[in-house]
């Protein structure tokens, strides 16, 4: 009789735990079946923007169910840059609306008409597995900072070629003649004297050297005077100068996204064009959208932009003694 009512109690236990898995399997699929979403994304204050100000991008999720939204992470865009995400806490408007809030602050790097892709958000049903929504594409149209067509009265025509007559070309063969004779007279004069010329190779310090001493006194300065847009200013400048010489290309003159575009071209590591793409974009929005970086930002862009340059420079090669050359009496 015992065996007989362990087995019954074995049997009522086993029911009852495949019955409660069932129970949990079906509410979830109740739950996820009869969710509607309904995902809609706005543009504030509207969808025609100026490069490199600051604006609101609301993405609105209503649901029949109440949802709890996670944290995703922001990606790096190559026409955008996030400069903050926040998620708005869930908030029921009705007996079956809820409403949640995704708020993203952007700021545009390039002009023309923009897409601003979609973004992938984790989401879950109380205890239940969490699943993805996904925000729909956002078509926004970048002007430049400074619009407005000029006036037909504010065009001039071209002025012609003014004359300069015929004394510049004498003056011109003159000095050129000048200078030749200039030249035979000191070679002339090492002849006779039998004077050693030695030439010898002058070190140069590594761009990257430079660029390093330069950030140090610009952070120096900085905790003197607390002026954090003259800080981005000058970071912007060393690293430009830096990027300039280190890869051959003119960074002092192009915007961040030539220059982005001319360090792909020249199939550079893509890790190392995004690094430099994101350094130069936060310096921008500080040069130019007016944006106020906290202090931790300020000192991660300063550390970026210093491991950036470490990573980077090129390797020393030491001098020999090949390098010095003297050249012996000129006969």
Same mark, same amino acid.
């Given at each position: 009789?015992?065996?007989?009512?362990?087995?019954?109690?074995?049997?009522?236990?086993?029911?009852?735990?495949?019955? !409660?898995?069932?129970?949990?399997?079906?509410?979830?699929?109740?739950?996820?079946?009869?969710?509607?979403?309904?995902?809609?994304?706005? $543009?504030?204050?509207?969808?025609?923007?100026?490069?490199?100000?600051?604006?609101?991008?609301?993405?609105?999720?209503?649901?029949?169910?109440?949802?709890?939204?996670?944290?995703?992470? $922001?990606?790096?865009?190559?026409?955008?840059?996030?400069?903050?995400?926040?998620?708005?806490?869930?908030?029921?408007?009705?007996?079956?609306?809820?409403?949640? @809030?995704?708020?993203?602050?952007?700021?545009?790097?390039?002009?023309?008409?923009?897409?601003?892709?979609?973004?992938?958000?984790? !989401? !879950?049903?109380?205890?239940?597995?969490?699943?993805?929504?996904?925000?729909?594409?956002?078509?926004?149209? $970048?002007?430049?900072?400074?619009?407005?067509?000029?006036?037909?009265?504010?065009?001039?025509?071209?002025?012609?070629?003014?004359?300069?007559?015929?004394?510049?070309?004498?003056?011109?063969?003159?000095?050129?003649?000048?200078?030749?004779?200039?030249?035979?007279?000191?070679?002339?004069?090492?002849?006779?004297?039998?004077?050693?010329?030695?030439?010898?190779?002058?070190?140069?310090?590594?761009?990257?050297?430079?660029?390093?001493?330069?950030?140090?006194?610009?952070?120096?300065? !900085?905790?003197?005077?607390?002026?954090?847009?003259?800080?981005?200013?000058?970071?912007?400048?060393?690293?430009?100068?830096?990027?300039?010489?280190?890869?051959?290309?003119?960074?002092?003159?192009?915007?961040?996204?030539?220059?982005? +575009?001319?360090?792909?071209?020249?199939?550079?590591?893509?890790?190392?064009?995004?690094?430099?793409?994101?350094?130069?974009?936060?310096?921008?929005?500080?040069?130019?959208?007016?944006?106020?970086?906290?202090?931790? @930002?300020?000192?991660?862009?300063?550390?970026?932009?210093?491991?950036?340059?470490?990573?980077?420079?090129?390797?020393?090669?030491?001098?020999?003694? +090949?390098?010095?050359?003297?050249?012996?009496?000129?006969?």
């Amino acid at each position: 009789m015992k065996n007989i009512g362990y087995c019954f109690l074995k049997l009522f236990l086993l029911i009852s735990i495949c019955s !409660y898995i069932n129970a949990v399997h079906s509410k979830r699929l109740y739950a996820q079946e009869s969710l509607i979403i309904s995902v809609q994304t706005q $543009v504030l204050p509207s969808t025609t923007i100026r490069l490199a100000e600051s604006s609101q991008m609301v993405v609105s999720i209503n649901t029949n169910q109440k949802i709890s939204l996670s944290s995703f992470s $922001v990606p790096v865009l190559e026409d955008w840059h996030i400069a903050e995400s926040k998620i708005v806490e869930t908030k029921k408007e009705s007996e079956d609306k809820w409403k949640s @809030q995704i708020l993203l602050t952007v700021v545009p790097l390039n002009i023309g008409e923009l897409t601003f892709p979609s973004l992938f958000v984790p !989401y !879950y049903i109380e205890n239940l597995r969490p699943e993805t929504l996904q925000t729909p594409l956002v078509k926004v149209t $970048v002007v430049p900072i400074i619009t407005g067509a000029i006036s037909p009265e504010r065009l001039k025509d071209i002025k012609p070629p003014v004359s300069v007559g015929g004394k510049l070309l004498y003056w011109t063969i003159l000095f050129l003649l000048f200078s030749v004779g200039l030249i035979i007279w000191i070679i002339l004069k090492h002849k006779k004297t039998g004077t050693k010329i030695t030439v010898e190779s002058i070190p140069t310090t590594p761009p990257a050297e430079i660029a390093l001493e330069k950030l140090k006194s610009v952070m120096r300065l !900085y905790k003197q005077n607390g002026d954090f847009r003259m800080f981005y200013i000058e970071l912007s400048n060393i690293f430009r100068e830096y990027l300039s010489v280190r890869y051959a290309m003119d960074a002092l003159e192009k915007t961040t996204s030539e220059i982005f +575009s001319d360090m792909r071209r020249k199939e550079l590591p893509r890790t190392i064009c995004l690094e430099v793409k994101e350094i130069l974009s936060s310096c921008d929005l500080v040069k130019f959208a007016k944006f106020v970086p906290p202090e931790k @930002q300020l000192e991660e862009d300063y550390a970026k932009t210093e491991g950036s340059v470490m990573r980077t420079r090129e390797k020393i090669i030491e001098p020999t003694p +090949s390098n010095s050359i003297e050249e012996k009496n000129i006969k």
